[in-house]
């Protein structure tokens, strides 16, 4: 109140004015940038996705067929079992190992904050590097891995070769490098809890166990539920490691939705197909993101 | 006495299983360093080796030499920094705008600003392609650098940062006669310096990753960036595998490098949270 009557005895009707213009025009670099870079892009991917195109020649209309190929296509369906494999194969871990890691750090003091640095490294290691490194690392005779694996009786694994290998070797990559990101937001939600709670239930006589499964599992949700929705979403979209290490092979055994649709416009060039199949992902995550969010808030609340 | 020894061994305990996960999580890094050093025969020995017998430093100007690295290093730096100067300050003016003026339309903006971070990459790059195309753009630094001179999350960054600077700051350089563009540079600019390095932080790490966007713009081997160069190379020279390694210390290094001085800023920039540690 006494603030609006400074500016009004101070400037008047004209900062209104002015405010609206100067506001409008810091603003229009953001307007202009998102309207030609991510609003037209979506609406023009739908455009496309109705036509026969090569990028070349004149587009086709053909209404819905490009969708009526993808329900068909057993390379597409392939490619979303794909998708979601390796989606939940590598967030299902990463929940419980980085919620395990964050309650055996517990604590943010120097000391800890020290391995904290050290357990971080993964994330910041850009992710083409960690691509080339394990896959040098899970070859079959020479790499890393065969210390662990020779002593233990198996000799030539082909981790990245074979069809059945080859989607779980990634998927533990990915766990490597994803984990500890996910672990410090585990930590800050931890950190935040009053020590009064857990001390005070403990006073009652809880054992630890009981005081993580009845006081922190509890006052932790918002940040699980976080974490979930964030790492399933972030999964869906990883591109990098399948173009870089396997190019989807063997056969199809790691092509993922983002592979194929690169795959589809820019090597077989069929634009209309890979339009239409990126915007078909996009609703089913969207809709997955839904079903959880709703899943665990009737389930919880 | 006894409780005191408990809490050492547990200490101890503490300690030792944070080491051990510690020495798992770093040792593909390590292997990374120390397989640079080696000659081509040590990298090919059984049972394999962890440590160059003698490290040979060649690697590191043969992959200068041979490869000419410092091209693709130099374009990610240019790229990089580019992105990272367009960041900081479109950001931070359209955080500014929408944080403290009031326009029709502002709320609207702001939400549809926080709704293209749903946007996958994916739906996005086959429209984009094209306008890089008719634009002429192809194979350009404009082409590649363009679509992510403004970074979503950074306006929503510098946006509920500058909220919490206090109107009066503002008011009073009006009252002084300030222009509004001075206000912001000289005064929102300043103030919004710990959410700036928050910003440089993500869009650095951000940059120097990006992957599928340069992979489909540049076409010329001389304009690729470090990421590009790399996946080239190591389709190119799968077998060498100790310049392999060593051209990944040299892409890694920068990060690593500010990651070890800046690692809190590093950790709460990129997670999204503050005030980590005390």
Redesign the interface.
């Known amino acids: 109140m006494l603030?609006r009557i400074?500016?009004k005895s101070?400037?008047g009707v004209g900062?209104?004015k002015?405010?609206?213009?100067?506001?409008?025009?810091?603003?229009l670099?953001?307007?202009v940038?998102?309207a030609?870079?991510?609003?037209?892009?979506?609406i023009?991917?739908l455009q496309?996705s109705f036509y026969r195109w090569d990028f070349l020649s004149p587009p086709a209309f053909e209404g819905l067929r490009n969708y009526v190929v993808l329900l068909k296509s057993s390379e597409f369906h392939n490619s979303l079992w794909k998708s979601f494999y390796y989606a939940f194969g590598t967030t299902i871990p990463i929940w419980f190992i980085a919620l395990g890691?964050a309650v055996?750090?517990n604590r943010?003091t120097s000391t800890?904050?020290l391995?904290?640095?050290?357990?971080?490294?993964?994330?910041?290691?850009?992710?083409?590097?960690?691509c080339?490194?394990?896959?040098?690392?899970y070859h079959p005779?020479?790499?890393?891995l065969?210390?662990i694996t020779?002593p233990l009786g198996f000799v030539d694994i082909p981790w990245l070769t074979s069809s059945r290998l080859a989607m779980p070797s990634i998927i533990l990559l990915s766990i490597?490098k994803g984990t500890?990101?996910y672990m410090?937001?585990y930590?800050?939600g931890l950190?935040s809890i009053p020590r009064e709670y857990t001390e005070a239930a403990q006073i009652d006589g809880a054992n630890k166990y009981q005081v993580f499964r009845h006081i922190t599992i509890p006052l932790l949700k918002p940040v699980i539920l976080y974490v979930i929705v964030i790492s399933i979403i972030a999964a869906?979209?990883v591109?990098?490691p399948f173009?870089?290490m396997t190019k989807g092979g063997p056969g199809s055994a790691t092509r993922v939705?983002?592979l194929f649709?690169?795959e589809t416009?820019?090597q077989y060039l069929k634009?209309g197909t890979?339009?239409a199949a990126?915007?078909v992902?996009?609703g089913l995550?969207?809709c997955l993101s839904l079903v959880i969010l709703k899943f665990f808030r009737s389930s919880w609340e | 006495m006894k409780t005191v020894k408990k809490a050492l061994a547990r200490n101890i305990l503490w300690h030792f299983s944070l080491l051990l996960g510690a020495i798992v999580i770093i040792f593909p890094i390590i292997y990374m360093f120390s397989a640079s050093f080696m000659p081509l025969e040590e990298v090919f020995s059984t049972p394999v080796r962890l440590w160059p017998s003698r490290p040979r430093l060649l690697n590191y100007s043969e992959i200068f030499t041979k490869f000419s690295l410092h091209r693709y290093f130099l374009n990610s730096v240019v790229l990089t920094i580019f992105t990272l100067l367009c960041n900081i300050f479109f950001c931070s003016l359209v955080g500014y705008s929408l944080a403290k003026f009031k326009f029709p339309g502002r709320d609207i903006l702001f939400t549809l600003i926080l709704a293209t971070m749903m946007i996958p990459s994916n739906v996005i790059v086959i429209p984009l392609y094209l306008l890089i195309r008719s634009l002429g753009w192809v194979n350009s630094f404009w082409g590649l650098s363009f679509p992510h001179v403004i970074a979503p999350f950074g306006v929503f960054l510098m946006r509920q940062f500058i909220r919490s600077i206090p109107d009066d700051y503002i008011d009073a350089a009006r009252i002084d006669g300030c222009s509004e563009f001075k206000i912001f540079y000289r005064i929102i600019m300043p103030l919004s310096l710990p959410a700036i390095a928050t910003l440089s932080v993500v869009t650095f790490v951000n940059i120097w990753n990006l992957f599928l966007w340069p992979l489909i713009v540049i076409t010329s081997d001389a304009k690729k960036t470090l990421p590009i160069a790399l996946n080239q190379f190591l389709s190119n020279y799968a077998n060498d595998w100790n310049l392999l390694m060593a051209a990944s210390v040299i892409a890694t290094s920068p990060i690593l490098l500010f990651f070890f001085v800046f690692n809190r800023g590093f950790i709460e920039g990129m997670t999204g949270l503050s005030g980590l540690k005390e």
Not at chain 1, 116 to 122: D, K, T
Request: a positive charge.
């Open positions: 603030r400074r500016r101070t400037k900062i209104k002015a405010e609206r213009i100067y506001g409008f025009i810091f603003a670099p953001a307007i940038f998102f030609v870079f991510y609003f037209l892009p979506i023009k991917t496309i890691l055996l750090f943010i800890s904050w391995y904290l640095v050290v357990y971080y490294i993964p994330v910041v290691v850009p992710l083409i590097v960690a080339i490194v394990w896959q040098i690392m005779s020479y790499g890393m065969t210390l020779r490597w500890p990101f410090v937001i930590l800050a950190v869906l979209q591109f990098d173009y870089v939705v983002t649709v690169n416009a820019f634009v890979a339009a990126s915007l992902f996009f995550v969207l």
